[in-house]
């Protein structure tokens, strides 16, 4: 379904691939190509306008990474805000709720409801391993109750008795009876098609919602109306409350629009796709898969994210020049954990400073650990900016207040405080040693500095 979107996007990248620099002009018309494409993809326009704002900011504003082109780390910023739209993360089925869970789906007619409902309630026994009753409450239609109940039998999940004539409401209360002596853990809701726009059936579900007090709402929504989907999505959000999105249809030749701008425009997690009419034709939503789908550059991206991390090299070596200057203060102690942590670790650090590798197997026996390392960072987070850039500031009340908002005892204030100060001038010391020619001392030094 992402085919031309994604062949667009990669057309637009091959010619900045193999560039040298990139100028202002070229990341530019980069970005014009790929608005154009995003709205052929029947993006929708404040979605897109958006999207291109925030890739341009970070695309100029990026500090290029030597060992790798302009033109990649563009590529690189355009998957990373891809998945930024999709939602950063995968937002699982909610049912951590004293049982049964109930699931309430809604959406227009013939969106994928019935469909799939039995779909979710497949995934739910399959992976989750939890028992689900299934019940219609679609009265309107008078094969509708009959086709959940085929689908249910298809997939030998139970589902509730159908006593004609009875209303939404009567249906529930047998529904929460039935779910309470089978002991089941999740009810699906099955619901009419409903327009957001029709104020008696939007009255209806909203009772149906009150009566089920469901833990998940999910708008199941047809992908090949495109913006109309989304629109609707609006709709629904504004009248009940949502917790998650469903988006049928994703194995038509729909543009892809509605699911690049649902998550955007709704605030609303997608968190199943529908992609064919069987039963097995569900996927739990993953939006980095699909950013990996729309934009196949999967090498690209693990080449930037390896370059990146070189940076994080780099930085980490230029801390380590600064340490043996002695001129750094909390701020900088703080950066500098932080990149022992980001690069694997004390351990990795050392490496940086000359000599440093032969007590590296000391600071191994020494009981260091990161753990340990992370508490000393809550600690400088815990500082306001004047204090970290001067610590004799730190009286005792400042001290016990900061020790409160780190969660350690003041003591453990008073050990990262002296270590500082120890490094401090140690590091000065080390540093006139080192320009007499002196070598050696750091490494030793350095070794006590994190002990406890
Ligand atoms: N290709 C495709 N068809 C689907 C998908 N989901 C549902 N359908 C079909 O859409 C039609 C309407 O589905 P149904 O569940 O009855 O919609 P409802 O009116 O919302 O309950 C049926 O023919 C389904 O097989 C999907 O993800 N892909
Ligand atoms: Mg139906």
Do not use: W
């Not at 009150?210 to 989907?229: C, F, K, R, S, Y």
């Amino acid at each position: 379904m992402f085919q031309n979107l994604s062949q667009r996007l990669t057309t637009v990248f091959d010619k900045l691939r193999g560039r040298g620099l990139l100028s202002e002009d070229d990341v530019n018309s980069a970005l014009r190509e790929i608005r154009i494409a995003l709205l052929e993809a029947d993006v929708s326009l404040p979605v897109v306008k958006d999207f291109v704002e925030q890739v341009r900011i970070r695309a100029l504003g990026q500090e290029v990474i030597r060992s790798i082109s302009p033109g990649q780390m563009v590529i690189k910023i355009v998957h990373d805000h891809l998945i930024d739209l999709l939602g950063t993360d995968e937002v699982e089925l909610n049912l951590a709720t004293t049982p049964p869970a109930n699931i309430l789906m809604v959406g227009l007619q013939g969106s994928g409801k019935t469909t799939t409902s039995g779909k979710i309630a497949k995934h739910i026994r399959g992976r989750l391993k939890k028992r689900v009753l299934l019940v219609s409450l679609d009265i309107y239609r008078p094969a509708a109750q009959h086709q959940l109940e085929v689908l249910a039998k298809a997939l030998d999940i139970e589902s509730l008795d159908i006593i004609p004539g009875e209303k939404p409401l009567q249906i529930i209360d047998r529904a929460k009876m039935r779910a309470r002596q089978g002991s089941f853990d999740v009810v699906i809701y099955d619901t009419a098609g409903r327009l957001h726009i029709d104020d008696t059936l939007m009255d209806e579900i909203k009772a149906i919602q009150a009566a089920t007090n469901p833990i998940e709402t999910l708008l199941v929504a047809d992908a090949m109306t495109g913006q109309d989907a989304v629109r609707i999505a609006e709709g629904f959000k504004a009248v009940i409350a949502l917790t998650g999105l469903v988006l049928t249809r994703i194995d038509g030749d729909s543009r892809g629009g509605a699911a690049l701008s649902m998550r955007a425009v709704t605030g609303c997690p997608i968190k199943f796709l529908g992609v064919g009419e069987k039963i097995d034709h569900l996927e739990v939503f993953y939006p980095q898969r699909l950013a990996d789908r729309i934009l196949d550059m999967g090498d690209i991206v693990s080449l930037v994210e390896r370059a990146s991390d070189i940076v994080v090299q780099e930085d980490a070596e230029k801390l380590a020049k600064k340490m043996q200057k002695g001129q750094f203060d909390l701020d900088d102690m703080a950066s500098h954990i932080q990149q022992m942590l980001k690069m694997g670790g004390l351990s990795t650090l050392m490496g940086f400073l000359p000599g440093m590798g032969k007590i590296k197997d000391q600071i191994a026996d020494s009981g260091i650990d990161d753990k340990m390392i992370r508490r000393q960072l809550g600690i400088i987070y815990s500082m306001t900016q004047q204090e970290r850039k001067n610590v004799q500031i730190l009286n005792a009340s400042r001290r016990r207040r900061i020790a409160k908002g780190s969660g350690v005892e003041v003591s453990d204030v008073n050990r990262l405080l002296k270590q500082h100060q120890q490094m401090q001038l140690m590091m000065k010391k080390m540093g006139k040693l080192e320009q007499k020619g002196i070598k050696g001392m750091l490494p030793s030094a350095l070794g006590n500095l994190f002990g406890r």
